[in-house]
């Protein structure tokens, strides 16, 4: 069985890329995959594109023309929970796109034809990257650049909200979570593409799990150094907690 490997960037890729065994480059809807071979592991390796619609067609052409099994994406977010600091990790175990509103024909956030406001990753998919990710903190020691980071890195499990805006506005990222955590939505990271590669899977009923490293908290410090941040924190997470995963994947 073959695992897609989404990533948001292509700083996040490139050590994957790197690694993979049997290369071969494939171009379909304007988009290039890499299949082949990642630590023993049937791959293909995708960028999503940015935003809510490329991410779904991306998850689309994995499912239909390549055919996965699964697929786990991999990206940065903007922390908008409580105690969620630059350098954790967060594991989705739901998505909610936060720009979505049918009110009053539907519940604010819900997309019409899905049950309730949240859109659920695979149990038991997000059980292994969880623990991929609980193994890569506890062992990494200095392999992570820790310059950007207040305290040691942890691990956050829960709601992750997706929308067509980059935020970078203390004021917008509480107009976005306020509400939501209101209704008992307790969002953790705001990102642009993981509730519509969610929301594919769910369709294709196809087990999706996702892990994002918060490279800001969605204010005014979003830009800042943030090429620095993907090459010495977040590729790095990216590479290591999918050797993981993929590790514990072959456990199962």
Same mark, same amino acid.
């Given at each position: 069985?073959?695992?897609?490997?989404?990533?948001?960037?292509?700083?996040?890729? =490139?050590?994957?890329?790197?690694?993979?065994?049997?290369?071969?480059? $494939?171009?379909?809807?304007?988009?290039?995959?890499?299949?082949?071979?990642?630590?023993? /592991?049937?791959?293909?390796?995708?960028? =999503?594109?940015?935003?809510?619609?490329?991410?779904?067609?991306?998850?689309?052409? $994995?499912?239909?023309?390549?055919?996965? %099994?699964?697929?786990?994406?991999?990206?940065?977010?903007?922390?908008?929970?409580?105690?969620?600091? *630059?350098?954790?990790?967060?594991?989705?175990? #739901?998505?909610?796109?936060? #720009?979505?509103? *049918?009110?009053?024909?539907?519940?604010?956030?819900?997309?019409?034809?899905?049950?309730?406001?949240?859109?659920?990753?695979?149990?038991?998919?997000?059980?292994?990257? =969880?623990?991929?990710?609980?193994?890569?903190?506890?062992?990494?020691?200095?392999?992570?650049? /820790?310059?950007?980071?207040?305290? %040691?890195?942890?691990? /956050? $499990?829960?709601?992750?909200?997706?929308?067509?805006?980059?935020?970078?506005?203390?004021?917008? %990222?509480?107009? &976005?979570?306020?509400? &939501?955590?209101?209704?008992?939505? #307790? *969002?953790?990271?705001?990102?642009?593409?993981?509730?519509?590669?969610?929301?594919?899977?769910?369709?294709?009923?196809?087990?999706?799990?996702?892990?994002?490293?918060? =490279? #800001?908290?969605?204010?005014?410090?979003? /830009?800042?150094?943030?090429?620095?941040?993907?090459?010495?924190?977040?590729?790095?997470?990216?590479?290591?907690? *999918?050797?993981?995963?993929?590790?514990?994947?072959?456990?199962?």
């Amino acid at each position: 069985m073959t695992t897609a490997i989404l990533s948001a960037l292509p700083e996040e890729q =490139s050590g994957l890329l790197a690694r993979l065994e049997q290369g071969q480059r $494939l171009v379909h809807a304007g988009r290039v995959f890499w299949r082949g071979s990642l630590h023993g /592991h049937s791959v293909v390796l995708a960028l =999503s594109g940015i935003g809510k619609v490329a991410a779904a067609t991306t998850a689309t052409v $994995l499912i239909e023309r390549f055919r996965v %099994a699964r697929i786990v994406f991999t990206g940065v977010a903007g922390g908008v929970g409580e105690g969620v600091a *630059v350098g954790d990790i967060v594991v989705a175990q #739901d998505y909610v796109q936060h #720009d979505m509103d *049918v009110s009053p024909l539907f519940e604010r956030w819900r997309v019409p034809g899905y049950e309730g406001v949240c859109l659920p990753c695979d149990p038991t998919l997000t059980a292994i990257l =969880s623990e991929a990710v609980n193994v890569c903190l506890v062992s990494a020691g200095s392999y992570f650049d /820790h310059e950007f980071m207040d305290t %040691a890195p942890r691990l /956050h $499990l829960g709601l992750v909200a997706s929308g067509d805006r980059f935020v970078t506005c203390s004021e917008v %990222a509480r107009a &976005l979570r306020d509400p &939501l955590v209101a209704a008992g939505h #307790d *969002v953790l990271a705001v990102e642009m593409e993981g509730a519509a590669v969610a929301q594919v899977c769910l369709d294709y009923q196809l087990p999706f799990a996702a892990v994002r490293t918060v =490279s #800001d908290r969605a204010d005014a410090s979003a /830009h800042v150094d943030f090429p620095a941040f993907m090459e010495k924190v977040a590729s790095r997470y990216a590479e290591r907690i *999918v050797q993981q995963f993929l590790e514990e994947l072959q456990k199962q």
